[in-house]
């Protein structure tokens, strides 16, 4: 195997899992440090129920969830200036908001990370959740915001 394939696949299941974490923080308010640890030691390259999971790169993971939450105010800012008219934030759900999250923290803060790759993978998170409709929404909201903060 290629050593740049093991990783994309380790920073895809990071992102997977990003966004898990973020979707639990939402919905129980569970500390940022507890949340990190339960996932460190319980899901992060465990098996649960028969099913094995990719090892996830760690610090990319951590790095993700802090940043997202530590720049929420700001991600959200770009977020919703890209919903249209009668949207809010409010009104996404919880697994949608947590992928555009995700995504936006890491169009503003990664820039060793390309801007394709970012909408790309975090389109394959939401293809795990939802139809095409909402992929492509995924797809047309991370590409407006990266318009405006990657040069």
Not at 51 to 59: I, P, S
Not at 103 to 110: C, D, S, V
Not at 128 to 150: C, I, M, P, Q
Request: proline content about 3%; overall charge negative; cysteine-free.
């Amino acid at each position: 195997m290629k050593r740049g394939a093991g990783r994309s696949r380790s920073r895809s299941a990071a992102r997977l899992a990003a966004v898990q974490a973020l979707y639990q923080q939402e919905m129980e308010g569970t500390p940022l440090a507890r949340l990190l640890d339960e996932f460190h030691r319980h899901r992060l390259g465990a098996t649960i129920e028969d099913v094995e999971y990719t090892d996830a790169e760690v610090d990319f993971f951590d790095d993700v969830v802090r940043g997202a939450e530590a720049r929420r105010e700001e991600i959200d800012a770009a977020i919703t200036k890209r919903l249209t008219s009668g949207w809010n934030l409010p009104r996404l759900d919880r697994p949608m908001r947590a992928i555009l999250r995700a995504g936006t923290y890491e169009l503003i803060a990664r820039a060793d990370v390309p801007t394709a790759t970012i909408i790309s993978e975090y389109v394959d998170v939401a293809d795990a959740f939802y139809d095409k409709r909402e992929t492509g929404f995924v797809n047309g909201l991370l590409d407006s915001v990266a318009k405006d903060v990657r040069v």
